[in-house]
């Protein structure tokens, strides 16, 4: 499909309301799933930081009994 001028292309012939909606869309859910994204990262390498500082802190306190 061509369009004779830039507003032609953003009328989509008529549809410009599917079109620009369903576009809008895509770059929302887009733009969300990759903020969900970063924060599940975040709260995963959260998790592992605090499970290596408790294995860390187990270890110590083995090691302080034993010389004890």
């Excluded at 809008?24 to 500082?53: H, P």
């Amino acid at each position: 499909m061509q369009f004779s001028s830039l507003n032609d292309f953003f009328a989509m012939g008529g549809y410009a309301g599917y079109v620009w909606s369903g576009v809008g869309l895509v770059f929302t859910l887009l733009a969300l799933l990759y903020w969900l994204s970063i924060k599940e990262r975040k709260a995963t390498f959260n998790q592992i930081e605090e499970k290596l500082r408790i294995e860390k802190l187990r270890r110590q306190q083995q090691n302080s009994e034993m010389t004890l």
